[in-house]
Structure formats: C-alpha cells, structure tokens
C-alpha cells in the first residue's frame, strides 16, 4: 500500500481493498499509517492519535480540545482533564490538569500537572468509569 495508505485493524482482520474504511471484522475504522511513532489513546467512545512532536489537551471543552466530541456525554470528564503528548525523540507522556475527577495511570492517581510517562500496554483511567488503553506503535519506516 502507498504511503499514507490505512493499512490494519486492531482486531486483526485482514484488509482485503485499499478503498475500505471500515473492518469488516469488528466495524472499527482503520488506522493512517503515519511515518514514525504514534500515540494511540483508545476511549470507549472513540480513539486519540499522536504522532511525534505532537500533544493534546483532552476533555469536554470544544474550545479547549479538538478531541471534545469523544467526550460529550461523559459528564464525569472535566473540561480540560489531561494532556497526552509524544515527544519527538523520547516517551509518549501524560500529565492531569487538576481534573475534578482524577487520573490514574496503571491504577496510580496521576498528581495535578506532573507529567508521566506512558508505555504500550499502559492502562489510564478518567475519573471513575472511563478507561483509556494505550498504544505505541513504530509507524512506517
């Protein structure tokens, strides 16, 4: 598939044409492929994607993140709840902003603006009933 191409799906399903936006295993659309790696934060609601460089402020505020449609019937998220980032030549990180309901990072209540590392596989949680799984993927070469 050429560059820029969406090349996979979580569930495993093969994608069988290049034209399809949607596993036809599991109805989940599939990924951009993004040259280097990417922070992939997965919500009940829908998934974040980071590439190197790049951070993101994540909560209900439209103004305040450009990810708030994922979070606008989950009233226990704070407006501004936590910003997720990837450094571009280090760890993928997250850091609470004072959130009403908390962070936590691996069962751990993430301190009000300390950042913290994030490792595949890592488990976040928003407030009490949302929970974040977290991808790190090497990209494209």
Sequence with gaps: MPYGAVERCDCGTARPDGRQLVCRGCLTPYTLLRPGPVLRLVFPTGAVELAAGEQAVLGRDPVQSPYAYLFRDLLTVSARHLRAGLAPGGPAWVEDLGSTNRTTL????????????????????????????????????
């Excluded at 993430?110 to 977290?134: C, S, T």
């Design 106 to 141: 691996n069962r751990r209540r993430l301190p009000p603006g300390e950042r913290r590392p994030l490792a595949d596989g890592d488990r976040l949680r928003l407030a009490r009933d949302i929970p974040v799984r977290v991808h790190l993927t090497p990209g494209e070469p």
